[in-house]
């Protein structure tokens, strides 16, 4: 297993290297509703990609398509190279999904145990306790988990077969802050040992800590893809928050805003340029007043990424 | 392109005999574990067929006959039927439609279990289950009502009902595929308690009403019930091989609804 990682990563890490995984030209409708509109995103070896976008993005469509868990309206999925339906590279792929119940009178070692026997060449299951925190709860039934807890066993059992390619879809969802720093430790030390991995957030925060790649994605559609420093340059900015007689139209005129909304009796801006902005802001209305500036969250100058959209 | 032959084109895992085989050893040992610590399962299945068995084969009619045979052997068959039923359609369908609806089943067809070892798990667990069943009725009536078969029959009595889960984890699979997670119960006792009564499980054929006797014959249960009444010389003298006839093409169609559910569920997912 680490022999073919090693063979593919001979390849430029994020260059030319055949793609982990692809999307390509991939559009998929649920019904007539558009879930994802032609795609087009590629994971390469070696890589960390987070997908970033808000609820109903497309982000686990994505995920389940390059699982071949469904066929793509049209396009293509390919991983390794291979359609996704093809039950041999799902030994190589390990995945971790949102489930809304997991059997609850299992143990965590009998979870893994299971798990670990459709794999070739699996971890063995100490190596899978310890890889993702659970030594001392091997013992534990599932349903007397934690969250956190839960969320590490489903990371245990896309883990168990020691594949080249993880689909984590979003691996922290609902955790405190604390197991959710814990999860992403154990993703960096997989990382470490040279998996790609491929990981749907809505965190910006997450997909900066942990990708070497960010594609952020709303309403089906890929609207920015970067280093993660890229992507807040994008989104970065400051938030003006000022009352005018402006309208919204015309605040939008401004140099560098992108967005504007109203907060009771003032109006919010995001602006790429703060400065220039506030100057045009002060010569089209004399008389405006409260003026704050501030920077911009990440998850703001996220915000407003994907609403410009 | 069919989805059937998209499914019979892909190329499979190449694994040994004995990687196969130890998966659906596992994945069968602990489709037993899961269920025998669930009380919802145990509980059910096991205590209802026991407990109607304690009152009305040995509490109440002990002493009594139909026709030639006591009454705590014939309640053996019956409530066997019965028993074998609930564990049949409980350890398919409940589990099979919680694992479609709340995600499970997708974890695992994204891993590489082999998808028939899922299947073939929630069958031996079905048969053990109703072999327990059977085998806990065996001893309260031997211990209890005086029942005495020789080795022979009772083997067969045993055999009978529990390959009778067959055609019952069949018709589970066939609901498990069509009912929501938390519908799925109530949906299999809408067929189950009915499918009993009118069948002769609860009360013996002969004493029927004529219009649910008519009924019975068209019923796998009594069918079923038949061929275990038959083993303790009990039955209605119908041939066996037409009660076996009607388990295996109710199998079959049952089979055929799982499988409808089943392309469905990968339509949504391989189109």
């Not at chain 1, 077969?161 to 609902?174: A, H, K, M, R, Y």
């Not at chain 2, 039923?85 to 994204?110: E, Y």
Request: charged share 15%; aromatic share 8%.
């Amino acid at each position: 297993m680490i022999a073919t990682l090693e063979a593919v990563s001979t390849n430029d890490r994020c260059g030319s290297a055949i793609p982990v995984a692809s999307l390509e030209s991939v559009s998929k409708n649920y019904e007539q509703i558009p879930a994802l509109r032609n795609v087009n995103f590629s994971v390469h070896p070696g890589e960390v990609v987070a997908l970033l976008g808000p609820n109903g993005a497309g982000k686990t469509t994505a995920v389940k398509l390059l699982l071949g868990l469904m066929p793509p309206s049209s396009g293509r999925a390919r991983v390794f190279g291979q359609d996704p339906v093809n039950p041999v590279n799902r030994i190589r792929a390990g995945a971790m999904l949102q489930v809304g119940r997991v059997p609850e009178t299992l143990r965590v070692y009998e979870h893994i145990d299971l798990f670990s026997s459709y794999y070739p060449k699996p971890l063995s299951i100490e190596e899978t306790l310890a890889a993702a925190g659970l030594e001392k709860l091997r013992n534990r039934k599932f349903g007397d988990l934690s969250g956190g807890e839960r969320q590490r066993l489903l990371f245990a059992l896309a883990i168990c077969g020691d594949p080249d390619l993880l689909f984590l879809d979003e691996p922290t969802v609902g955790l405190d802050v604390e197991a959710r720093r814990t999860l992403w430790q154990q993703i960096r030390r997989l990382v470490e040992r040279g998996k790609t991995v491929l990981l749907t957030t809505h965190y910006l925060q997450e997909a900066d800590a942990l990708a070497d790649r960010i594609a952020v994605i709303n309403r089906g559609q890929i609207i920015a893809e970067g280093t993660p420093a890229e992507i807040k340059a994008q989104t970065g900015g400051k938030q003006i928050r000022c009352v005018t007689v402006l309208n919204v139209g015309e605040l939008l005129q401004l140099p560098g805003v992108s967005d504007v909304r109203q907060d009771r009796e003032a109006v919010v801006l995001h602006a790429s340029d703060a400065e220039a902005a506030v100057r045009a802001l002060l010569a089209l209305d004399p008389a405006l007043s409260g003026l704050e500036i501030a920077s911009a969250g990440l998850e703001e100058a996220f915000l407003a990424l994907t609403r410009a959209n | 392109m069919s989805t059937a032959a998209a499914v019979l084109s892909r190329p499979q895992i190449e694994r040994s005999t004995a990687d196969t085989a130890s998966i659906y050893l596992k994945e069968a040992k602990y489709e037993f574990l899961k269920n025998l610590r669930l009380r919802v399962y145990t509980a059910s299945v096991i205590s209802f067929p026991l407990m109607f068995y304690v009152l009305f084969g040995l509490v109440l009619n002990a002493k009594e006959t139909i026709g030639a045979t006591g009454v705590p052997t014939y309640l053996i068959a019956t409530y066997g039927t019965f028993g074998v039923m609930g564990a049949s359609l409980f350890g398919t369908a409940s589990g099979l439609a919680a694992d479609r609806g709340l995600g499970w089943l997708q974890v695992k067809r994204a891993s590489p279990m082999p998808p028939f070892a899922y299947f073939a798990a929630k069958f031996a667990l079905s048969m053990s289950f109703s072999a327990v069943v059977v085998s806990l009725l065996l001893v309260l009536g031997t211990a209890l009502g005086g029942v005495r078969m020789p080795a022979l029959e009772l083997a067969k009595l045993l055999g009978t009902l529990v390959a009778g889960s067959l055609p019952f984890s069949a018709m589970g699979l066939a609901i498990g595929y069509f009912a929501g997670p938390n519908s799925a119960p109530p949906v299999i006792n809408l067929f189950y308690l009915p499918l009993s009564f009118c069948s002769g499980l609860w009360v013996p054929y002969m004493f029927l009403p004529k219009a649910v006797q008519k009924i019975a014959l068209a019923l796998p249960p009594y069918h079923l019930s038949q061929l275990a009444l038959g083993v303790v010389g009990a039955g209605r003298h119908e041939s066996a091989a037409i009660h076996w006839e009607v388990l295996f093409a109710f199998t079959l169609i049952c089979l055929g609804v799982a499988r409808i559910g089943f392309q469905r569920d990968q339509g949504k997912l391989y189109g």
